[in-house]
């Protein structure tokens, strides 16, 4: 079968059994660095994944996908924004809300948001329901002026379920003794935890009907929450609601919400990749004294395949074939190392724990205190073109190298 020379004669340097073991050590190693590099990066950009999606699994538990208020004012005819973000297919439920700051005074005294639920429709936009350390959601009802607190606002504040808080809002009412902000004791009937310091500590939640009567809102709602059928789709989504709604209203989505979070985890993840793409490169970059070597051991190899006729950039291919091919097996089996570790990282971290009697990621220390991992399989395929980039670009001096050689100085002492 034909096969161009460049071509067979690379894949059978490569194939060969060397004279000289050191320059087979040193491929093997070659291969070894760039598997272990591409190997590492995948693993840790899968982490990076990891850490974000839980990030913003954790916010997304308690802000909606996109949101619906008023410009400088309440929401009024909520209902009929409601009505309307209804008929959206990619709406998978909306919940009215009210949210103001307020005091809050228990054994200890500390600041807060204030946010009046329906619990019924409330369980579709959030996850607040799921979030329960005590008591439920349920347990939210009309008159009764009973309160969810967040775990780090209880903490603050020293209430536990059952107890009892003083709320002091900001809406100043008149009395004979002047002007004196509204304050209105509220039960604890449970206790959330979202996993986020923000949440945990600075919110809490009551009926939306007791929020209306302490802040005297009467039938407004600050806004309206959504729920998505994909949060990725959420600017689309804004854009395509902002011109069916009518009046004084705009709708905002999560990313313009969380905007710079989000970008800085981005920014993070893109510097991580660009630090360890180096270390892929310097790995791949061994290839080059691999093939050096290499030409230096093949001086009469082709010094013979020149006077037989062959062109400089012919010899050149042939190296370049082997440097590629070298690399081609390093990405292949760094992919498949990285691949498998990160696709078990959640079971590997426990067991290395375990073994060596560590914590990665205390409890008492660290939210996440697990190491999460999302492989994703357009991170794999760009780490290994970036390998692959790296590989042909190192083959480039040595194939130059070799076909500089002049045969009659190769075959003197031959």
């Known amino acids: 079968m034909y096969r161009p020379l460049a071509l067979y004669i690379g894949l059978r340097y490569t194939r060969a059994k060397r004279r000289n073991h050191f320059i087979s050590f040193i491929s093997a190693a070659s291969i070894l660095g760039i598997a272990l590099g591409v190997a590492a990066l995948i693993v840790v950009i899968s982490v990076m994944n990891g850490f974000e999606q839980e990030l913003r699994t954790r916010i997304l538990g308690m802000v909606a996908h996109a949101t619906i208020t008023g410009i400088g004012e309440d929401l009024s005819d909520w209902q009929g924004a409601q009505r309307i973000a209804s008929e959206n297919p990619n709406v998978l439920g909306s919940a009215p809300y009210v949210e103001r700051e307020a005091l809050f005074q228990g054994r200890r005294v500390s600041g807060a948001?204030?946010?009046?639920?329906?619990?019924?429709?409330?369980?579709s936009v959030s996850e607040i329901g799921e979030k329960m350390v005590e008591g439920s959601l349920d347990d939210l009802r009309p008159g009764e002026f009973g309160i969810v607190l967040g775990l780090e606002l209880s903490y603050a504040l020293s209430a536990h379920v059952g107890d009892s808080v003083t709320l002091y809002a900001p809406q100043a009412r008149s009395t004979p003794a002047g002007m004196i902000p509204t304050v209105k004791r509220f039960r604890v009937v449970g206790i959330f935890e979202i996993g986020m310091y923000e949440y945990d500590r600075g919110t809490s939640v009551i009926h939306m009907q007791d929020a209306q009567k302490l802040f005297r809102m009467r039938d407004q709602v600050t806004g309206l929450r959504l729920h998505l059928t994909d949060l990725f789709d959420a600017w689309t989504v804004s854009e395509t609601l902002t011109s069916q709604l009518k009046?004084?209203?705009?709708?905002?989505?999560?990313?313009?919400?969380?905007?710079?979070?989000?970008?800085?985890?981005?920014?993070?993840?893109?510097?991580?990749?660009?630090?360890?793409?180096?270390?892929?490169?310097?790995?791949?970059?061994?290839?080059?004294?691999?093939?050096?070597?290499?030409?230096?051991?093949?001086?009469?190899?082709?010094?013979?395949?020149?006077?037989?006729?062959?062109?400089?950039?012919?010899?050149?291919?042939?190296?370049?074939?082997?440097?590629?091919?070298?690399?081609?097996l390093g990405t292949l089996l760094g992919i498949a190392l990285g691949v498998l570790i990160a696709s078990n990282v959640e079971t590997l971290v426990p067991l290395?724990?375990?073994?060596?009697?560590?914590?990665?990621?205390?409890?008492?220390?660290?939210?996440?205190?697990?190491?999460?991992?999302?492989?994703?399989?357009?991170?794999?395929?760009?780490?290994?073109?970036?390998?692959?980039?790296?590989?042909?670009i190192a083959t480039i001096y040595p194939a130059w190298r070799a076909s500089r050689t002049e045969p009659a100085r190769a075959l003197r002492y031959e």
């Open 247 to 328: 009046g004084n209203l705009q709708v905002r989505d999560w990313t313009q919400q969380h905007a710079n979070f989000f970008r800085a985890i981005r920014t993070e993840k893109m510097v991580m990749f660009i630090i360890l793409s180096m270390l892929v490169g310097i790995a791949a970059f061994n290839l080059v004294s691999t093939l050096v070597m290499v030409v230096t051991d093949k001086q009469a190899d082709i010094a013979i395949l020149r006077t037989m006729g062959a062109s400089p950039s012919q010899i050149m291919r042939v190296f370049m074939v082997q440097g590629i091919t070298i690399g081609v």
């Open 113 to 123: 948001i204030v946010r009046g639920v329906m619990p019924v429709l409330e369980t």
């Open 352 to 392: 290395l724990e375990q073994t060596f009697g560590f914590k990665a990621l205390p409890g008492d220390v660290y939210y996440i205190n697990q190491l999460p991992s999302e492989l994703r399989p357009y991170d794999v395929a760009r780490i290994g073109l970036v390998a692959l980039l790296f590989s042909a």
